[in-house]
C-alpha cells in the first residue's frame, strides 16, 4: 500500500513538473463586448495567446510578444526558447494574437459580424486588448519587457506611449514609430487590391494569391531575389503561391489589419511632436531596422533613436524587410544582452 501510494505521489509530481513546463499550447482570453476607439464594438470579443517558459514568485520575468503583419502566435514560437531571439529559460514569454490575424476575434471568425462587418479597430484596440490580458487575466501591472516586429514593434511603440509604465523595456525590431509616405503608398496598393479584387468577384484564393506575391516582392530585395532564385528555377519557385486559399486569415482578415496599419503614427497623440513623445517614454528602448527594408522604411526609427537617444542597430544586409532572419544569430545575441543589461 505504501509503495502504491508513493507511486502515485511520483506520478501527480511528474504530471504537475510538467504543466509547470509545458508551454505554447494554443489558449484564448473572454474580453466580452470590446468598445474600440472608433465607438464600435467587438461583440464576444477573444484574444488568442500562448506562454512559454516559467513564470518566477514575484511575476517579474513576463515578456510580452505581439504578432506581426499575418502572423500568429504559433508563428513567434519559433523564435521563443533558449539560443533564441526571446530566452524562455529566463523569461515568461507571453506571445499574444493580435486582433485580426484569425486567432483573435476577426472578419473570418466572428459568427455576428463577419466579413466585412467586422468593427474598425486600430493598433492600439490591439495594445489595450493586451493591457486587459494582462491585468485581468494574469493580474499584473508591470511587466519587465515588450517585443515586436514589424505590425508587432507598431504595437510596441504604442505600448511605450500608452502605458509608459508598464514595462521596463521594449524591443522593436524592423520597425517605425510612423509611416512614410512611401509606406503608405504600399499600403494603400495592397488595400485597393483587395478591395478591388473583391469587388470583382475574384475567387478568395486568387486574392490571397495575388496579396503574398505582392507581399514576397517588397519584403525582399531585388539583389537577395536574384541572388537566391535563377531564373532557370523561378517557374518552380511561383509554385508555392498555387496553395489552396487559407480559411484561417482570409482577405477580410489582412484588409482590417491593413486599415489598422494605415492609422498607425503614434507622434499624433503629441501634436506631431516626436521629442514630446520621446519625453512619455520610461522604459529603455532597442530599436533593430533594416537598412534595405521596402515594407517598413527605417528612416523615421533611425530618426526617433537619436532623439530618444536609445539603442539602436542597423543591419547592412541585403534581406530587405527579413533582415533579421539573415543575421539571427547577430540579433539572437543583440536582444539577449539587452534583457539581460541591468541599469
Known amino acids: 500500500m505504501i509503495l502504491k501510494k508513493r507511486l502515485i505521489l511520483v506520478i501527480v509530481l511528474v504530471i504537475a513538473v510538467g504543466l509547470l513546463f509545458a508551454g505554447g499550447e494554443q489558449q ?7 468598445h474600440l476607439e472608433s465607438g464600435e464594438i467587438i461583440e464576444n470579443c477573444r484574444i488568442g495567446y500562448r506562454t512559454f517558459g516559467q513564470l518566477n514568485e514575484n511575476k517579474s520575468n513576463i515578456i510580452l510578444y505581439p504578432t506581426w503583419f499575418g502572423g500568429t502566435s504559433e508563428h513567434l514560437g519559433n523564435l521563443i526558447g533558449s539560443g533564441k531571439l526571446v530566452d524562455s529559460t529566463r523569461f515568461y ?3 499574444v494574437d493580435a486582433l485580426g490575424n484569425g486567432v483573435s476575434s476577426s472578419p473570418s471568425n466572428s459568427k455576428r459580424q463577419g466579413g466585412e462587418q467586422f ?12 493591457h486587459y490580458l494582462l491585468t485581468e487575466v494574469f493580474g499584473v501591472d508591470h511587466i519587465f519587457g515588450v517585443i515586436g516586429g514589424s505590425m508587432g514593434s507598431f504595437q510596441a511603440f504604442e505600448w511605450l506611449v500608452m502605458y509608459p509604465d508598464f514595462m521596463d523595456k521594449a524591443v522593436a525590431y524592423v520597425c517605425t514609430p510612423q509611416f512614410t509616405s512611401y509606406d503608405l503608398l504600399l499600403l494603400s496598393f495592397e488595400m485597393e487590391l483587395i478591395e478591388a479584387a473583391q469587388s470583382a468577384k475574384m475567387p478568395e484564393k486568387t486574392i490571397q494569391r495575388l496579396g503574398n506575391i505582392g507581399t ?4 525582399r530585395t531585388p539583389a537577395y531575389r536574384v541572388e537566391h532564385t535563377p531564373r532557370s528555377e523561378f517557374d518552380e519557385f511561383m509554385k508555392k503561391y498555387a496553395k489552396e486559399a487559407s480559411t484561417v486569415y482570409t482577405s477580410d482578415d ?6 489598422a496599419m494605415q492609422r498607425h503614427d503614434i507622434f499624433v ?13 520610461r522604459a529603455d528602448v532597442l530599436m533593430i531596422v533594416s537598412e534595405t527594408d521596402h515594407l517598413v522604411n527605417p528612416q523615421p526609427a533611425i530618426d ?12 547592412e544586409n541585403n534581406c530587405g524587410h527579413l533582415a533579421i532572419g539573415c543575421e539571427m544569430d547577430r540579433c539572437v545575441q543583440l536582444v539577449n544582452q539587452f534583457f539581460n543589461q541591468t541599469k
Not at 484564448?28 to 470590446?34: E, S, V, W
Not at 468593427?119 to 489595450?128: G, K
Not at 514576397?216 to 519584403?219: G, I, M
Not at 489582412?254 to 486599415?259: D, G, N, P, V
Open 28 to 34: 484564448f482570453a473572454r474580453l466580452g463586448n470590446f
Open 93 to 95: 514569454v507571453i506571445a
Open 216 to 219: 514576397e516582392l517588397f519584403a
Open 304 to 315: 526617433f533613436a537619436k532623439v530618444l537617444d536609445c539603442d539602436l542597430v542597423v543591419l
Open 254 to 259: 489582412k484588409a482590417s489589419q491593413l486599415r
Open 269 to 281: 497623440h503629441f501634436d506631431g511632436s516626436m521629442e514630446q513623445a520621446a519625453e512619455a517614454i
Open 119 to 130: 468593427p474598425f479597430f486600430t493598433i492600439r484596440d490591439m495594445v489595450r486588448t493586451q
